[in-house]
């Protein structure tokens, strides 16, 4: 039997670092961006994903930076957290 809240993911590159996210719902629907904590995943929003584009919902969870292969820092130097998330592509939403 097939999971219920699988849903699809892609990879999308922002300033370089190539991030996979997770979506669900249709493309027209009102956007929802799901954000996870440490030390959970974009897996932690499968439920709600199912849930939210159920309801007509556009949602998003994408592995924070450090969590996506491509989106790793080279090394302890390389990790601040002054820096900025980018907004998530309108591709996306």
Same mark, same amino acid.
């Given at each position: 039997?097939?999971?219920?809240?699988?849903?699809?993911?892609?990879?999308?590159?922002?300033?370089?670092?190539?991030?996979?996210?997770?979506?669900?719902?249709?493309?027209?629907?009102?956007?929802?961006?799901?954000?996870?904590?440490?030390?959970?995943?974009?897996?932690?929003?499968?439920?709600? $994903?199912?849930?939210?584009?159920?309801?007509?919902?556009?949602?998003?969870?994408?592995?924070?930076?450090?969590?996506?292969?491509?989106?790793?820092?080279?090394?302890?130097?390389?990790?601040?957290?002054?820096?900025?998330?980018?907004?998530?592509?309108?591709?996306? $939403?």
């Amino acid at each position: 039997m097939a999971d219920p809240t699988a849903v699809p993911n892609t990879v999308i590159e922002v300033n370089g670092l190539r991030f996979t996210v997770d979506t669900a719902g249709p493309a027209e629907g009102p956007a929802v961006l799901l954000l996870h904590g440490f030390p959970q995943t974009r897996h932690t929003w499968r439920a709600e $994903l199912t849930a939210l584009a159920a309801a007509g919902y556009r949602a998003c969870a994408p592995d924070q930076r450090g969590y996506s292969a491509g989106a790793r820092p080279d090394g302890i130097d390389n990790i601040s957290s002054t820096q900025q998330a980018p907004a998530p592509p309108q591709s996306l $939403l």
